[in-house]
Structures are given as C-alpha cells and as structure tokens.
C-alpha cells in the first residue's frame, strides 16, 4: 500500500515568496508575509495559501491549522486593490479566473478536515474578514477591528461576507457591516459573536496556543466530521452563491463603479460617488466612465464611440451633430 506516501505530504519540500508556513508539535501555522501592504493578498498569494491548506490538510502530523498575518497591524485586509485596479479592471475576464484561487483558498479552509484558528493580530478587513470567517475558531487582539468594505470601493463582499455573516451575526448586523462598511471593534465582535476571545496582542499566541493544546486533545476523524456537519450553512450558501458571484463581479468590472473606487483607494482620495449619482439622475451613464458606447464616425466609420466624446477617437476628428450616427 503507497496511499501514506503518495497522500501524507509532511515531507514535501514547499518554497514560498509571499506566505510563511511552519509545522511543528501539530500545529501548521500559514502566515500571509505581505506587512507592508497590510498582509493583503496577491494572486500569487492565493496560489500559495491554497497549496499550504492542501499541504496541512493532508499531513497526518498536523492536528491544527492556525491562519494569521506578518507584523502587528493587520490579518488581513483582502485582495491588493492596486492590482485590481492596474490589473483587473483593465482586463475584467481574468478577475473571474483569480476569483477561481480565491474560492480554491477559502473552500482549502472549509475542506481541511483539521479545525482552522484565525490568529487575528490586526485589521481583519474586506476578504480579510471573510477569511476568519471561514476558519472555525478566531482569537481576536484587543486592538483589532474587523470591517467590510466592498460598497465604499465599487466591490460587493459576496467572498463569504454577504453569505455567512448574517449565519453568525443575524441578518440585521450583517446588514449593519455590509452597507455601512463600519469598524467592528474587537469588544463589539466578541459580543456580537464574530469571535471567540478577545486578548491583549501579548497574549494573543498564548491564547492560540491554548486552544490548539485542547484542540489537539480530541479524536481527529470526529473532530474532521463534526466540522463537515457544523459547515451545512456554510457550504449551502456558499455553494449557492460563489459561481454567481464570480461571474457578477467579472461583468461589474467593467463598470465605472469599480474603476472609481479602486483608482481612489490606490490614489488615497474620495471615491467621487455622488458624481456617478448626479449623472444617473441626470439621465446621463453612471455605468460607463465616457457614456454608453453608442455613436459611430460618419468621418471614418469608427463605431462604438462613447456618447460623451467630442472628437473620434480614431481619426481625431470633431463629432458634430453632422458627423455623428447612433451605432
């Protein structure tokens, strides 16, 4: 039999560039390493987590999966959205391919088969907090918050946000983060049950530690199917809801909403919102940045031309009324 060998990979030689990963005293510990962009993720990022969860899940020597961000100020504060806006929003097709690794890394997290800690040792925002919300126990540092953000940057939280804070919260405190896109205190998520302790950040390792020590302590396939029962909510919204969001949020990014504020995220302004407002009340596009692509060139025949134009922009001549066709 050679099922040991070809499916225990605790002797698997893994090299990362983004992520620090450790076992020891069965504990596997996945650490996003990205400090100096509050440990948001890359798409390589996502490539390396998903094959740490697969390295951990399937290692027979570790009984325990801890999740945590490098440094002090933040778990996680979900994608890098300087590489939506360079990337993503140029070429929206392929954000439906990279929300392909992030559903391979959350799904790595419900499908372990061993109990996931977040270690939250800072800000827990955005995909962040999706993140600990997929794993089964969050230690929370006493000066964290968590907080969703998608309707302030053009983005909708449907990562796990929308389908299973209001399994955790109810309905009108998920409701409560998702629109308002307000800061969770570290009390507040304790009280509202979004975590199970809440510590100084000194002692947030020897809480973890504490609860892999009972963790531990327990038959691993009761533990590995008592997770696969409690995940019935989880896994029903989440099933229900991932491939329709993938591909909405693909299509949304080819809107202005997401080009607005991601570039004003990036460039450290104010989304400018309530122009995008004025302009659907005004009956203008508020979903195209120049207007609906709906006027040709009679000059050179140049179609598709956004409505707002003034000059062609393909021969650079002026769009009078004159030159100017609805197609």
Same mark, same amino acid.
């Given at each position: 039999?050679?099922?040991?060998?070809? %499916?225990?990979?605790?002797?698997?030689?893994?090299? %990362?560039?983004?992520?620090?990963y *450790?076992?020891?005293?069965w504990?596997?510990?996945?650490?996003?390493?990205?400090?100096?962009?509050?440990?948001?993720? #890359?798409?390589?990022?996502?490539?390396?987590?998903?094959?740490?969860? $697969? &390295?951990?899940?399937?290692?027979?020597?570790?009984?325990?999966?801890?999740?945590?961000g490098?440094? &002090?100020?933040a778990?996680?504060?979900?994608?890098?959205?300087?590489?939506?806006s360079?990337l993503?929003?140029?070429?929206p097709? &392929?954000y439906w391919?990279?929300?392909?690794?992030? $559903?391979? %890394?959350?799904?790595?997290i419900?499908?372990? =088969?061993?109990?996931? @800690?977040?270690? @939250?040792? =800072?800000?827990?925002?955005?995909?962040?907090n999706?993140?600990?919300?997929a794993? *089964?126990?969050?230690?929370? !540092?006493?000066?964290a918050? /968590?907080?969703?953000?998608?309707?302030?940057?053009?983005?909708?939280?449907?990562?796990?946000?929308?389908?299973?804070?209001?399994?955790?919260?109810?309905?009108?405190?998920?409701?409560?983060m998702?629109?308002?896109?307000?800061? @969770?205190?570290?009390?507040?998520? /304790?009280?509202?049950?979004?975590?199970?302790?809440?510590?100084?950040a000194?002692?947030?390792?020897t809480?973890?530690?504490d609860?892999?020590?009972?963790?531990? &302590?327990? %038959?691993?396939?009761?533990?590995r199917?008592?997770?696969?029962?409690?995940?019935f909510?989880k896994?029903?919204?989440?099933?229900?809801?991932i491939g329709?969001?993938a591909?909405?949020l693909?299509?949304?990014?080819? #809107? !202005?909403?997401?080009n607005?504020?991601?570039?004003?995220?990036?460039?450290?302004?104010?989304?400018?919102?309530?122009?995008?407002?004025?302009?659907?009340?005004?009956?203008? #596009?508020?979903?195209?940045?120049?207007?609906?692509?709906?006027?040709?060139?009679?000059?050179?025949?140049?179609?598709?031309?956004?409505?707002?134009?003034?000059?062609c922009?393909?021969?650079?001549?002026?769009? #009078?009324a004159?030159?100017?066709?609805?197609?």
């Amino acid at each position: 039999m050679t099922i040991k060998k070809n %499916f225990n990979m605790g002797n698997a030689q893994l090299r %990362f560039q983004e992520i620090l990963y *450790d076992k020891r005293d069965w504990v596997a510990r996945i650490t996003i390493n990205r400090p100096q962009v509050y440990n948001s993720y #890359s798409t390589l990022a996502l490539q390396e987590l998903a094959t740490a969860m $697969r &390295d951990a899940s399937w290692d027979d020597g570790v009984a325990v999966i801890v999740i945590t961000g490098a440094g &002090d100020k933040a778990f996680c504060t979900g994608g890098d959205v300087k590489e939506y806006s360079e990337l993503y929003t140029r070429r929206p097709r &392929d954000y439906w391919k990279y929300m392909g690794l992030f $559903r391979g %890394f959350i799904e790595s997290i419900l499908n372990a =088969g061993k109990p996931t @800690i977040a270690r @939250i040792n =800072g800000i827990a925002v955005g995909g962040g907090n999706e993140v600990q919300l997929a794993c *089964d126990l969050a230690v929370m !540092a006493e000066g964290a918050y /968590l907080q969703q953000v998608g309707v302030k940057v053009g983005s909708v939280a449907c990562g796990g946000a929308t389908q299973w804070l209001p399994i955790h919260v109810g309905d009108r405190r998920a409701r409560e983060m998702l629109l308002l896109c307000e800061k @969770i205190s570290a009390k507040k998520a /304790l009280e509202w049950g979004l975590v199970n302790a809440v510590v100084s950040a000194a002692d947030l390792d020897t809480a973890v530690a504490d609860y892999c020590r009972r963790l531990i &302590d327990k %038959f691993p396939e009761c533990l590995r199917y008592t997770r696969e029962q409690t995940n019935f909510w989880k896994n029903l919204s989440w099933h229900q809801t991932i491939g329709h969001a993938a591909d909405w949020l693909s299509l949304h990014y080819t #809107s !202005a909403e997401p080009n607005e504020g991601m570039k004003a995220f990036v460039e450290k302004r104010p989304a400018e919102i309530l122009k995008l407002r004025q302009a659907a009340k005004d009956g203008l #596009s508020s979903e195209f940045p120049w207007g609906a692509y709906a006027e040709r060139c009679c000059e050179c025949g140049a179609k598709g031309l956004p409505e707002g134009f003034s000059h062609c922009g393909a021969c650079g001549k002026k769009l #009078s009324a004159a030159a100017v066709v609805k197609g």
